[in-house]
């Protein structure tokens, strides 16, 4: 089982970037796509970027597609996600999730959560 503990999160204004890391600890990390969910007060969960086990493969959420980046570090059993040009509507708790196999998009494929870290982007 693996362990996941997300950073970096913290209150910006409009406009402002932030970047998220994900350790991960306690199984295989190289092995497993990666995924970046958030939820927002009021609202159910949402996907938000995926990367593949090798880090080749990226998909992204269409409201953040162009702002955020997904990348990993593989030796350093991390992942991460760059938010840039950050909007009022990106204000959620992120929660960053390891998936069951080398490629996934799909939440239900992601096995494994973190506790999340709050995102607060103030107008």
């Known amino acids: 089982q693996v362990q996941l503990v997300e950073s970096g999160g913290g209150l910006v204004q409009a406009g402002g970037s932030l970047r998220?890391?994900?350790?991960?600890?306690?199984?295989?990390?190289s092995r497993y796509?990666?995924?970046?969910?958030?939820?927002?007060?009021?609202k159910?969960?949402?996907f938000v970027a995926a990367i593949s086990w090798?880090?080749?493969t990226t998909y992204y959420a269409d409201s953040v597609k162009?702002?955020?980046?997904?990348?990993?570090?593989?030796?350093k059993n991390t992942?991460?996600?760059?938010?840039?040009?950050?909007?009022p509507e990106d204000t959620a708790v992120y929660y960053c999730?390891?998936?069951?196999?080398g490629w996934t998009t799909m939440e239900a494929?992601?096995?494994?959560?973190?506790?999340?870290?709050?995102?607060?982007?103030?107008?």
């Not at 796509?33 to 009021?42: D, I």
């Not at 494929?109 to 107008?123: A, I, L, N, P, R």
């Open 97 to 101: 999730a390891q998936g069951q196999k």
């Open 79 to 87: 992942v991460y996600l760059q938010m840039n040009s950050l909007k």
């Open 109 to 123: 494929d992601f096995g494994s959560w973190g506790q999340g870290t709050q995102v607060t982007v103030s107008s």
């Open 54 to 56: 090798t880090g080749i």
């Open 33 to 42: 796509a990666m995924g970046w969910f958030r939820q927002a007060p009021g």
């Open 20 to 29: 998220l890391s994900c350790a991960a600890s306690g199984r295989t990390f």
């Open 66 to 75: 162009g702002r955020f980046t997904i990348s990993r570090d593989n030796a």
């Open 44 to 46: 159910e969960r949402e």
